[in-house]
């Protein structure tokens, strides 16, 4: 299957506008200048109730910001998101409409986790602040009182990678802390021999070459790529980890270690729902106002959500965070 025409029409339009240097032939800064217009697509997203950042002590004592977004004084669940970017690109900013969207339409609040970026910051340092930013957001947002609201995670990309090895860790270090993860063209594995990987037609704007070079930034150390902690897939068991609803797209070169994640999970007795979406390239989650598969996408994500939440049984809940 081709492209939808939504999708074709933005590749041509950034096929014009490309600069003279492909991303993987950039360093670090230059690629995040480069990709930093994107931002004006996306538009405002909805009014919430309060937004605010918040400054969290990582792992290894450095700082980086979450984004606190309640659509009502009482949402109903804590959705924490790692935005992708492949662990070097993207910021607040970029997932801002994103994350007010998932927390308009699910009645949650998101949570959204500017984790610190490679290269600066490689392998394992934005595990530690995506490990970091969870806790803090079960301890100053999901736990009010003597009640506790539903905790998921979730992420596209490479934030999905982090949504993985943090419900991993979460499973190993307290059982029952979430309800859920929710995984959107996940980074699961770094095997660049598989078939999605090598499909002309997924070279789009995350390619081969692309995601090469997200890796060397990420985790030089090609030793470092076999750890579970930068390749869920790569975990001794999957077994007791919370229920999980995947999503792929058609024309990806990470589709098929989504997959294969997805059917891991299932394997291990995890209760998974995959959705493949077709005619999409691997971005179209993130691209919001952008691409109509965006939205379809988006309205599952929230509508599961709040399944997830009534399958806790979840109550609104008042939410106060201390200053």
């Known amino acids: 299957m081709s492209f939808d025409e939504a999708t074709s029409s933005f590749l041509t339009a950034a096929a014009e506008n490309a600069g003279d240097r492909p991303l993987w032939e950039m360093s670090a800064p230059e690629a995040r200048e480069a990709t930093s217009g994107l931002d004006e697509l996306y538009g405002p997203g909805p009014e919430m109730d309060k937004a605010r950042d918040y400054q969290v002590t990582g792992e290894d004592g450095g700082e980086f910001t979450v984004r606190v977004l309640l659509p009502s004084p009482s949402p109903t669940a804590v959705v924490v998101y790692y935005h992708g970017g492949g662990w ?17 339409k699910s009645g949650a609040a998101v949570v959204l986790v500017e984790y610190r970026k490679a290269p600066e910051h490689p392998f394992p340092i934005p595990v530690g602040d995506a490990w970091a930013g969870l806790k803090w957001a079960e301890e100053n947002v999901a736990k009010q009182g003597g009640q506790f609201l539903p905790l998921m995670v979730a992420g596209d990309s490479a934030g999905a990678n982090l949504a993985a090895v943090v419900a991993q860790r979460a499973r190993d270090e307290d059982s029952s802390m979430l309800q859920a993860q929710i995984l959107v063209c996940p980074v699961t594995d770094a095997d660049f ?15 081969l070459d692309a995601m090469q070079w997200f890796w060397d930034q990420y985790a030089p150390d090609v030793t470092d790529r076999s750890n579970p902690a930068a390749t869920p897939l790569n975990a001794q068991s999957l077994a007791g980890l919370p229920p999980a609803l995947v999503i792929t797209a058609e024309h990806d070169v990470l589709r098929d270690e989504g997959e294969a994640y997805a059917d891991a999970l299932q394997e291990a007795g995890v209760e998974v729902e995959h959705h493949r979406w077709e005619g999409q390239m691997h971005t179209f989650f993130s691209m919001v106002n952008v691409l109509p598969g965006s939205a379809e996408a988006i309205d599952l994500v929230t509508k599961r959500i709040k399944n997830f939440a009534g ?13």
């Open 311 to 323: 399958n806790a049984a979840a109550k609104p809940v008042r939410v106060t965070i201390a200053t």
């Open 193 to 207: 021999t598989r078939g999605s990987y090598l499909a002309a037609e997924n070279q789009t704007l995350v390619s």
């Open 88 to 104: 070097v690109l993207e910021n607040l900013t970029g997932y801002d409409t994103l994350g007010r969207q998932l927390a308009e």
